[in-house]
Each structure stands twice: as structure tokens, then as C-alpha cells.
């Protein structure tokens, strides 16, 4: 083989190009082979014509009939060796059609078949691609056996020019196709059991072994296997994940894998809500590289973590069993609802809800009052002591309010309003009277509950969060007082202002809380009356006060508690959005208690709110 494929190049043969008639991934061999074969198939079709001239667009086969026997062989003798030229199918010299110039070891091609023929004689001399008439061999006619022979006449020789002159062909008779004479001249013996590729200009067909490797175009498909892995998802969550293999195209969803999700081809993504957890394989077929790819994407849903929550019930025989949830609605001047629920990490334990809230609105005075309060986790009874607080206020606070501020309240107002001087103090006064004195009632209750059980006051140590409200002449009078954390505060959307209605509070160590004992009111007057605000105002959206179950999560620092900006993305985008905050709401209490169920990571304490509104 090494040398026929020396004496093809030496006639300056070319290989085929590839993708030539569908063949793709044919070797530069296999090309020149073919190249070699094209060569040879179209000296042997064409008689001697040396002066012949022929269009630059060569006619089909079936045009040119078969030529008469003996073409003319008076052409002139070569000149000499000359550098070879690279053939030219449509006016090449004559020749034998197996003939190809020698090479210096004197090979020469033959056309690869099974026929019956002569060999041709080959020229000897190298270097030459013109042949004198006593080279020249008449071609070798070849048909199909089960056709009729055809009748080929017409063709004369004038000199050293021929022209092609065919008679008019009986109706009878067939132009042999070109593709069919280089078919017989392959031995069945060779092409059993291989496959049969088509060839370009009527080339005898070229035998080759079926293989599972190799293009496409020559033999079956490959598949290709992928496997990927996809970023993790979490469940009933959005999830958009990529599907990252470079060159993927016409990608299509086989199997989602149980996942939910759709695929966009397009932008090679997967993405929905998955509504199970746990560990999937969706199946993707596309194409890559022409070859057919099957994708493997492996997908990790993490579970939601409410669906790992347990909840179990409180004993009911305990002492001070509290429901685990509770809501109320107090109308008066002002809308006051609130809500209460027992935060995730007390229901895993089977733990009582230790948060507490009462509600009050009218009286001859006009007052609405607000309280919650957070019993401490660490004592043993902190949901009673927080219950024992808010029911001590609503019950002592309305009385002390009309006795030491209802009727100086209006005159205190106008000054205050002025800008007269001591006006705000008097205020203040008032309010330790009044607020401060119902605070220091709660924690003398408190104190009482635990001597009545033997028990020390700290088993039922809680916060407290009090706020009031009262409209007069001159606007609305809204005043807080608190001990622990929590907070209470105004505020009024249209204006985007927030005016805090309690002390920030904290213990001694980070995570510590005060909490109401009588003890925080020994310090007297002036550290008392510190934990005491009020505000005088045309018109506010709310008022509301809230245990640190909520104020963490969603006012995580002093600072936030006193953003106007986050209150504000509070109220319009979050409070707003699941509660209807209006009187003619009848559901109003079911679906503050289905908010207070708001998932924050690591925030699970109890959560209870009071809301005031005009």
C-alpha cells in the first residue's frame, strides 16, 4: 500500500475532500484511495481524444454514450518528460483506464475487483500521462448481466481531433449507468459482510468493514454518557440550578427523577420548587459534539426544616397550664388586637407557652391600653408570672390613669405643646404615678403568687411592655413604660417616622434581660422615670408593642428598632401583606396568629403582639 500510495502522489492525485457524498471521518489514506479509484474510473470511461476540447462543466454520464472500438492513434509522440501536472478528469490525455505512471519499484494501480478482464498494459516510462497509440487499450465494456446489451454507434475519428457524434438510439437500447459498471467491477467475495458506502462520480464502491467506531456518517451513532452534579435545592423553595456540560445542544427532559422540575433548553437550566427532599437523578438526552448524550444530574434537596419541627402538647394537669396559643380584640377609640403563640423550640419540648397579653379600651376617660409580656425560659413557672403581670395592669391601670392623668391631662398637653417649661416633666410625673406604680403592682402580685406556692419570686420572673393611648383636644396621647427587651413604638406610614416607646434593656451579660421584680423600682424616681415616653401627634398608622420573639427577628439590633426605613419595609411588605389590619375584618385575629408562624432560622421563641389602631 505504501507504494501505490507513492505512485498517487506522484501523479499529483489529490485526496477526496471530506464530507465528500456524505463520507466524513475518513483517513487522508482512505481519501486518497478514493481520489486514486475516481482517477482510474475516469481514464477508463474516456477514449483517446488529444485534441479534443471540452466544456469547463463536464456533461452527465448518461450524455455520452458508449465510443466505438479503436480510437485514433495517430496522435503525436510526446514531446519529452515534463514535471507532472495534477490531472485533470475533464481533459485528460489518453490512457488505459488502469493505467497510472510506475513509480521507480514499478508498481502500478489496478482497479480493485473481482472482474474477469485483462489487465491492461501499462506504460513504462516514467513521468508520462500521454501514451502513444501502441499503449493505448480499448476500454472495457461492463453491464449489468440481466440487461440488454446496448447499442452504442456513432462515434468516428478525423485525424488527431474526434468528435463525438452518437446516432439517434433505438428505443430499445440503454445508456449503461456509470454507477452500475463500477459496481460489477467489485468482487462479491470482498464486500460480503461489509458495508457498502456510496461514492462520489460513479468510483466503483468502496469496500469497508462495519465498525463500532469511526463518524457518524459511516457508522452508527455512539452514545455518550454524562453525569453532573447540581448545586443543592431546598425544599418548597425556588430553585433554579445549571446544567454544566459545555457544547450540550437540543437538550430534552427524559425523566424529572420524582424532582418536579422543567427544564430550559435554551439556557441548559432546571428549576421549579421541589416539594420532596432527599437524593434524585433527573435523566437529560441532548446532543454533543453530533453524537447522542445522555445526562445524568444528580440533585440534593435539603428538607425544609418546619417539616423537621415536632410539636408536642403540654401536660394539662401541670400546675398554671396555659394554652399554646391565644388572640383577643378590644375596640374602642382605637382597634386593639393581639396574638399570642408558643414558639417552636417550647412546642419540640412539649413546653408551655410563656408569653402573655392583655388588651383594655374605654372607661370615662377614653383610654386604650396595650400590654404583653415574656416569662423567662430558665423559670420554672415564667408563664404564670407573665400572666400574673398583664392581668395587674389592665386591672390596676384604667383607675390610676383617671386618678393621677385623665383630668390634668388636656392642660398638660397645651403646655407642653408651647413649650412652657416643666410641662414635660409634669408629664412625666404623671406617668410614674400611673404607669410606673401599676408596673411596680404587677411585680408586689408576682412576689405574692410565689409566697403563695412557696416558691421564689425569680420562678416567675417576665418582662413587661406596656402602652397606652388617649385622643383629646389637642391630638393623640400615647405614653409606654417597660422593663426587659421587647419594645413598643409608633408609627405612621404616610410621614415614614418611628418614635420608640421603650428603653432599650438589657443585663448584665450579653443574652441577659432585666425582668419585673420589685426591685428595679428601689432606685427610685429617676431611674424609674427613664423607662418612661410619651408622644403627642395628629394622627399615627400604629401602635404596637411586642415580645422579643419578634422584635429579634425582625428588628434585630437597637438601631433597627429605631429605623423608620425598616419599619417601614415591615409594615408595607411583610405585617400588611398576611394580616388585614381593619375593623371590619372578621378573620383579623386568625391571621395575626397564622403570621406569629413566620419562619426565621434560629429565632423559635415564643412570639406575641399588640396592635392599637385609629
Known amino acids: 500500500m505504501r507504494v501505490l500510495f507513492e505512485a498517487l502522489r506522484a501523479e499529483r492525485v489529490s485526496p477526496i475532500e ?45 450524455a455520452l454514450p458508449e465510443g466505438p472500438e479503436g480510437a485514433r492513434a495517430d496522435a503525436p509522440e510526446d514531446p519529452g518528460p515534463r514535471a507532472p501536472q495534477a490531472p485533470d478528469v475533464a481533459a485528460l490525455t489518453p490512457g488505459t483506464a488502469d493505467q497510472l505512471s510506475p513509480t521507480a519499484e514499478g508498481a502500478v494501480l489496478i482497479e480493485p475487483s473481482g472482474a474477469q478482464e485483462e489487465a491492461p498494459q501499462v506504460d513504462t516510462e516514467p513521468d508520462r500521462l500521454t501514451s502513444d497509440q501502441s499503449s493505448a487499450v480499448e476500454p472495457i465494456e461492463t453491464r449489468d448481466p440481466h440487461e440488454p446489451e446496448a447499442a452504442s454507434e456513432g462515434m468516428e475519428a478525423d485525424g488527431a481531433a474526434m468528435q463525438l457524434t452518437p446516432e439517434p438510439a433505438p428505443e430499445a437500447q440503454t445508456v449503461p449507468d456509470p454507477d452500475s459498471q463500477a459496481q460489477q467491477s467489485v468482487n462479491p467475495a470482498v464486500v460480503e459482510n461489509l458495508v457498502e458506502v456510496p461514492q462520489p462520480g460513479g468510483v466503483p464502491v468502496m469496500p469497508a468493514r462495519a465498525s463500532t467506531q469511526g463518524d457518524a456518517a459511516v457508522t452508527p451513532l455512539e452514545t455518550v454518557k454524562k453525569t453532573v452534579y447540581l448545586k443543592n435545592a431546598r425544599m418548597n423553595e425556588p430553585y433554579v440550578g445549571l446544567i454544566e456540560v459545555p457544547g450540550l445542544r437540543g437538550a430534552r427532559l427524559l425523566d424529572d427523577g420524582g424532582t418536579g422540575l422543567l427544564l430550559d433548553g435554551e439556557a441548559g437550566t432546571l428549576s421549579g420548587q421541589p416539594g420532596a427532599s432527599g437524593d434524585f437523578v433527573v435523566r437529560i438526552q441532548g446532543l454533543l459534539a453530533g453524537r447522542r448524550c445522555d445526562v445524568h444530574a444528580n440533585l440534593a434537596v435539603i428538607p425544609d426544616p418546619r417539616s423537621l419541627w415536632i410539636s408536642k402538647p403540654h401536660d394539662p394537669t401541670a400546675p398554671f397550664a396555659k394554652e399554646d396559643e391565644d388572640s383577643g380584640v378590644s375596640r374602642g377609640d382605637l382597634l386593639c388586637v393581639a396574638a399570642s403563640k408558643r414558639g417552636r423550640s417550647h412546642a419540640r419540648e412539649g413546653l408551655f407557652r410563656d408569653d402573655d397579653f392583655a388588651l383594655w379600651t374605654g372607661g370615662t376617660g377614653g383610654w386604650n391600653i396595650a400590654v404583653v409580656a415574656d416569662g423567662a425560659g430558665s423559670a420554672k413557672y415564667s408563664r404564670r408570672g407573665s400572666q400574673i403581670a398583664v392581668r395587674t395592669i389592665v386591672r390596676d391601670l384604667p383607675p390610676l390613669l383617671e386618678e393621677q392623668l385623665t383630668g390634668q391631662l388636656d392642660g398638660l398637653v397645651a403646655e407642653y405643646l408651647k413649650g412652657v417649661e416643666g410641662a414635660e416633666e409634669r408629664i412625666r410625673t404623671q406617668l410614674y404615678l400611673s404607669l410606673a406604680t401599676a408596673a411596680f403592682n404587677a411585680a408586689k402580685a408576682i412576689g405574692e403568687e410565689a409566697t403563695r406556692v412557696d416558691e421564689r419570686a425569680s420562678a416567675f420572673s417576665t418582662t413587661l411592655v406596656l402602652s397606652v393611648a388617649r385622643k383629646g383636644p389637642h391630638g393623640w396621647f400615647i405614653a409606654g413604660f417597660s422593663i426587659g427587651d421587647g419594645g413598643a413604638a409608633i408609627f405612621d406610614l404616610p410621614s415614614r417616622t418611628v418614635k420608640t416607646l421603650t428603653l432599650a434593656d438589657s443585663g448584665e451579660f450579653a443574652g441577659q434581660t432585666r425582668f419585673l421584680q420589685k426591685s428595679e423600682f428601689a432606685a427610685g424616681y429617676e431611674e424609674v422615670a427613664k423607662r418612661l415616653f410619651f408622644d403627642v401627634r395628629d394622627s399615627f398608622t400604629a401602635v404596637l408593642a411586642m415580645t422579643d420573639g419578634i422584635t429579634d427577628p425582625k428588628f434585630p439590633t437597637d438601631s433597627a428598632f429605631a429605623s423608620a426605613d425598616v419599619w417601614s419595609s415591615f409594615w408595607e411588605t411583610d405585617l400588611s401583606q398576611s394580616v388585614l389590619l381593619s375593623r371590619e375584618n372578621t378573620a383579623l385575629e386568625r391571621e395575626l396568629l397564622a403570621w406569629l408562624d413566620f419562619w426565621s432560622p434560629g429565632n423559635h421563641d415564643d412570639r406575641t403582639i399588640a396592635i392599637m389602631l385609629p
Open 18 to 62: 471530506d464530507g465528500l457524498a456524505g463520507m466524513t471521518g475518513l483517513s487522508p489514506e482512505q481519501r486518497l484511495l478514493l481520489a486514486g479509484l475516481e482517477y482510474v474510473s475516469s481514464r477508463g470511461e474516456a477514449p483517446a481524444r488529444e485534441a479534443v476540447t471540452l466544456s469547463e462543466t463536464p456533461l452527465p454520464d448518461a
